[in-house]
Nanobody
Framework: QVHVVESGGGLVQAGGSLRLSCAAS????????MAWYRQAPGKQRELVAR???????NYADSVKGRFTISRDNGRNTAFLQMNSLKPEDTAVYYC????????????WGQGTQVTVSS
């Protein structure tokens, strides 16, 4: 069974940077899409960035040009580099994976808190 675990969250000042990591267990990590979602208090969970098994990426408009998603298939890990952080980026960030090795079911991590102070 596939599991994912996030790390790298924390407190940062506006304009700063953080890099989130998502380590996945299970075999054939490279076949699955990986994504980062976030959920702020009182708001719905939203897609931040996604990377397919072939490396294609897409981003929420609010993070384009500031965030970069990547993956290292040799390490079974996906990353989210977040630059020029804003207070409105404050949220719990969740890693998600789905693909043939998950039976096409969404697999979620426990989340990591990102807090951006003004």
């Amino acid at each position: 069974q596939v599991h994912v675990v996030e790390s790298g969250g924390g407190l940062v000042q506006a304009g700063g940077s953080l890099r989130l990591s998502c380590a996945a267990s299970g075999n054939i990590f490279s076949l699955n899409a990986m994504a980062w979602y976030r959920q702020a208090p009182g708001k719905q969970r939203e897609l931040v960035a996604r990377i397919t098994s072939s490396g294609s990426t897409n981003y929420a408009d609010s993070v384009k040009g500031r965030f970069t998603i990547s993956r290292d298939n040799g390490r079974n890990t996906a990353f989210l580099q977040m630059n020029s952080l804003k207070p409105e980026d404050t949220a719990v960030y969740y890693c998600n994976t789905v693909g043939p090795t998950t039976g096409w079911r969404d697999i979620w991590g426990q989340g990591t808190q990102v807090t951006v102070s003004s």
